[in-house]
């Protein structure tokens, strides 16, 4: 019996002495929180400020869930048919018609020439050429040119 009748004034010492240190924290975090209230307080208020703007943001910026999908049915073009008359009125060779369809294509002069293995001055010249017959000044003056003769799709 001599063990538990040491024990127990050591348990008892222990649980006083955590209890003034508990109550000797709470007065200093009284103190802490009576000295530097405003800060206290400001910090306080701008974390509800916080979340309540991150709360907000995500629940007013939300993306429907649904997504509504129709069905559109598009008008099949006919068959290009090139116009023989707009052809002949325009007096393109079948090089210089070659290459009004790959700049109505978006190439470049350059693609051009790697495309129809000729050099690019060459490509240069049937573009000249071209644009004298089609009486148009720019690359794109052409290809409406060719679209207004039925000469391009």
């Given at each position: 019996m001599k063990p538990l009748s040491i024990t127990r004034p050591i348990l008892v010492f222990g649980l006083v002495g955590g209890a003034v240190t508990l109550l000797l924290r709470s007065i200093e975090y009284r103190y802490l929180i009576l000295q530097h209230s405003v800060e206290v307080y400001s910090g306080i208020v701008a974390v509800v400020f916080v979340?309540?703007?991150?709360?907000?943001?995500?629940?007013?910026?939300?993306?429907?869930?649904?997504?509504?999908?129709?069905?559109?049915?598009?008008?099949?073009?006919?068959?290009?048919?090139?116009?023989?008359?707009?052809?002949?009125?325009?007096?393109?060779?079948?090089?210089?018609?070659?290459?009004?369809?790959?700049?109505?294509?978006?190439?470049?002069?350059?693609?051009i020439a790697a495309h129809i293995f000729v050099s690019e001055n060459t490509v240069k010249t049937h573009s000249k050429r071209l644009f004298e017959k089609l009486n148009a000044r720019r690359r794109t003056q052409a290809v409406a040119a060719g679209k207004e003769l039925g000469i391009l799709p």
């Open positions: 979340v309540l703007g991150i709360w907000l943001g995500l629940t007013l910026t939300k993306k429907p869930e649904t997504v509504a999908v129709r069905e559109v049915s598009a008008p099949v073009a006919a068959a290009f048919t090139r116009n023989p008359a707009g052809l002949q009125a325009a007096g393109l060779t079948p090089r210089e018609l070659q290459i009004l369809e790959l700049i109505a294509a978006g190439l470049s002069n350059r693609e």
